[in-house]
């Protein structure tokens, strides 16, 4: 068990877990790429008894399964991520300065701003990166769960 500080890791899905690109057939149907590097972290981060949950605006079935197979819970269609992400830490008895988040873009700035740590991929928008206190080096959809294992591993959740 790691000595970490994090009881609670929150993921942005498009941006973070994908590389914020979807394919969409010429049915509507939408597909997106995620890394297995990202399972693996994802599964890693687990044993250190951490929870971890995804916040996605979009409301989408490829989110729905990519959450199912990582066996992690998913909020979809949330337009206030901050609000969603409080009722979580509350109604789950999680001091929100224990949560980290993973986000890439402006609809993630308000959940970022009240948790204990936050982190982002090396391609975020500008305005997250200034707020985070880790821009990772992965961008998004090329292993930055992966990563972030790493990074908690060697620094302990700081």
Same mark, same amino acid.
């Given at each position: 068990? /790691? ?11 498009? /941006?973070? !877990? ?12 939408? !597909?997106?790429?995620?890394?297995? =590097?990202? %399972? $693996? ?29 990582? %066996? ?12 969603? $992400? ?12 224990? =949560? =980290? ?10 959940? !970022?701003?009240?948790? /204990? ?23 998004? /959809? ?5 990563? $972030? $294992? ?9």
């Amino acid at each position: 068990m /790691g000595n970490h500080n994090i009881k609670l890791l929150v993921y942005d899905f498009d /941006g973070v !877990m994908t590389d914020n690109k979807v394919y969409v057939d010429q049915k509507g149907n939408e !597909m997106v790429q995620v890394n297995r =590097a990202d %399972g $693996l972290g994802v599964s890693e981060i687990k044993k250190l008894g951490i929870e971890q949950i995804i916040i996605s605006t979009e409301k989408n079935t490829v989110v729905t399964f990519r959450a199912a197979k990582l %066996g992690i819970p998913c909020l979809q269609g949330v337009d206030n991520k901050k609000a969603a $992400l409080m009722d979580y830490c509350k109604k789950n008895d999680i001091d929100i300065q224990k =949560a =980290a988040y993973v986000g890439n873009d402006i609809n993630d700035k308000d959940a !970022m701003e009240i948790v /204990g740590f936050t982190y982002s991929p090396a391609d975020a928008h500008e305005s997250i990166k200034a707020i985070s206190d880790q821009v990772l080096r992965t961008k998004g /959809g090329h292993g930055v769960i992966r990563e $972030l $294992l790493d990074f908690i591993i060697e620094k302990k959740g700081v």
